[in-house]
């Protein structure tokens, strides 16, 4: 059953990165460059700032920073730990995918830790802003749906990698959103 499930991943793999033109390259790699997201972080943190005050926006960069520290390490300790290669180190298939980038990175892939660290924060500041922000959650997870299709589509990363990385990264970031709510308690903020 397992070995049917990755052959699928595989051909959904090709179908989804298949769909790529040179024209539209440019725009994914800027999507999955982590660096280009920080206006979107500034901006959060500004929000977190408005929102909460001083005290608040500590405790949420506290926050935020050991959610990132624990789906990336989590993420690594995955590719290590099952092993499953990239789709561009796959020698049965990285003949016939595209690769956009101009390495492959990392041997393994399993899962994506670029998901992980996308959705986490957007189902974090969901929390957080929930009913304080208004349309925020849908700019948040667009985002996040973004970035995360951007590995399949520049080719190092299978749509399982991809969607565990998101749900991991979303139950993280639920999780760090109530503890963030609990120290808000504490705090008195």
Excluded at 1 to 6: D, K, N, R, T
Excluded at 40 to 66: C, D, E, N, P
Excluded at 71 to 98: A, W
Aim: proline share 3%.
């Amino acid at each position: 059953m397992i070995e049917q499930l990755l052959e699928y991943d595989k051909e959904l793999f090709l179908f989804l990165n298949g769909l790529g033109t040179e024209t539209w390259d440019g725009f994914w790699m800027f999507m999955t460059t982590t660096r280009n997201s920080a206006p979107l972080y500034f901006f959060l943190l500004y929000l977190s700032y408005r929102t909460f005050g001083w005290k608040g926006t500590g405790i949420i960069l506290v926050a935020i920073a050991l959610l990132i520290t624990c789906t990336d390490q989590l993420s690594n300790f995955f590719k290590y730990g099952i092993g499953r290669l990239r789709p561009c180190h796959e020698p049965e298939i990285s003949s016939v995918m595209r690769l956009v980038k101009s390495y492959c990175g990392g041997q393994f892939g399993y899962f994506s830790a670029h998901a992980a660290n996308s959705f986490g924060p957007a189902i974090f500041f969901t929390v957080m802003f929930k009913n304080k922000v208004k349309y925020i959650s849908w700019v948040l997870l667009l985002w996040a749906c973004i970035v995360a299709y951007s590995r399949i589509y520049i080719g190092v990363h299978y749509p399982l990698d991809v969607v565990t990385g998101a749900l991991v990264g979303s139950l993280f970031g639920w999780l760090w959103a109530k503890l963030a709510i609990f120290a808000f308690q504490k705090a008195g903020v």
